[in-house]
């Protein structure tokens, strides 16, 4: 039973701010490793960072200087702090976790928060 939940998502001009949070129902969240995803209508999902649950991170190229991904372990979430936002980062949103532990261990996903970057 793992449920992600995401949060955060909203209209905001360019060059704004957004923070995004996951919360996740799991037994040990540090044994995810989470991740941020985002999709446009008829595009195909990309990855926008993860981070591990040691705190290790990637980025996608296009967001790299501007994101940053973040958990907190005792509260089994996950954050993505968004700055100098471009009407290219409008899309959905979705958060990823998938266990360290298990061989073969599936991966979980959120029902996504939008974020619309526009004047």
């Known amino acids: 039973q793992v449920q992600l939940v995401e949060s955060g998502g909203g209209l905001v001009q360019p060059g704004g701010s957004l923070r995004l949070s996951c919360a996740a129902s799991?037994?040990?969240?540090?044994?995810?490793?989470m991740g941020w995803y985002r999709q446009d209508p008829g595009k195909q999902r990309e990855l926008v960072a993860t981070?591990?649950?040691?705190?290790?991170?990637t980025y996608a190229d296009s967001v790299k200087g501007r994101f940053t991904i973040s958990r907190d372990n005792a509260k089994k979430t996950v954050y993505l702090q968004m700055n100098s936002l471009k009407p290219e980062d409008t899309a959905v949103y979705y958060c990823?976790?998938?266990?360290?532990?298990?061989?073969?261990?599936?991966?979980?996903w959120g029902q996504g928060t939008q974020v619309t970057v526009s004047s």
């Open positions: 990823n976790g998938k266990s360290t532990v298990r061989v073969g261990a599936p991966n979980y």
């Open positions: 981070i591990t649950g040691g705190g290790s991170t």
């Open positions: 799991v037994s040990i969240f540090s044994f995810y490793t």
